[in-house]
Antibody, heavy 119, light 112 residues
């Protein structure tokens, strides 16, 4: 069971970035997926999640209207489209699987990808 | 949103000794289904977080039985019965009762 994130980069304020997370070792389409971020030296903040069929999504208020989570079950992938990036969006972004037991049961995590927003 | 508060911020423990971390929520995490929607994670230095305890007291797969979770409502604790060197890291509690799921600020466990 593995999650591998990619797409992190240095981007200017106001710019855009698309993060990807590829899953392996389990039936991806059976699981909801989540993004969690961690600013440098700080704690964890949930960002967004998406249900198994992609029809139901949720985002934390601080990113609503700027970030969009999506998934492609044929490619075992979940994405985070980030627009209008701000300095405060600088963080390591983790992809996590939501287990069956209940919503937000983060039972598997990727290694993360770093997004640096700076001029 | 539900605010999670952990204490202490830092905990220095002698190997072989017990350790305890407290977590308090701004509202009850007890659901009508009888579960307390409180999870614990550990983040070892340079690594991603790892699920330790889910629904207050259930150990995740592969977690040693020296880790235990307890509490109910708004007050919870994570106990390590005998700390080992590999237990260093930052421990986070998280509420999974309502959106958005929110984390405590973390407790850093160090070895004396």
């Amino acid at each position: 069971v593995q999650l591998v994130e990619s797409g992190g980069a240095l981007v200017q304020p106001g710019g855009s970035l698309r993060l990807s997370c590829v899953a392996s070792g389990f039936t991806f389409s059976n699981y909801a997926m989540t993004w969690v971020r961690q600013a440098p030296g700080k704690g964890l903040e949930w960002v967004a999640n998406i249900k198994q069929d992609g029809g139901d999504k949720d985002h934390v208020d601080s990113v609503k209207g700027r970030f969009t989570i999506s998934r492609d079950n044929a490619r075992n992938s979940v994405f985070l489209q980030m627009n209008s990036l701000r300095v405060e969006d600088t963080a390591v972004y983790y992809c996590a699987r939501e287990g069956f037991s209940y919503d937000w049961n983060f039972d598997v995590w990727g290694r993360g990808t770093l997004v640096l927003v700076s001029s | 949103e539900i605010v999670m508060t952990q204490s202490p911020v830092t905990l220095a423990v002698t190997p072989g000794e017990p350790a305890s971390i407290s977590c308090r929520s701004s509202q009850s995490l007890l659901h009508s289904d009888g579960n307390n929607y409180l999870d614990w994670f550990r983040q070892k230095p340079g690594q991603s977080p790892q699920l330790l305890i889910y629904l207050r007291s259930n150990r995740a797969s592969g977690v040693p039985d020296r880790f235990s979770g307890s509490g109910s409502g708004t007050d919870f604790s994570l106990k390590i019965s005998r700390v080992e060197a590999e237990d260093v890291g930052v421990y986070y509690c998280m509420q999974a009762l309502q959106s958005p799921p929110t984390f405590g600020q973390g407790t850093k466990v160090e070895i004396k």
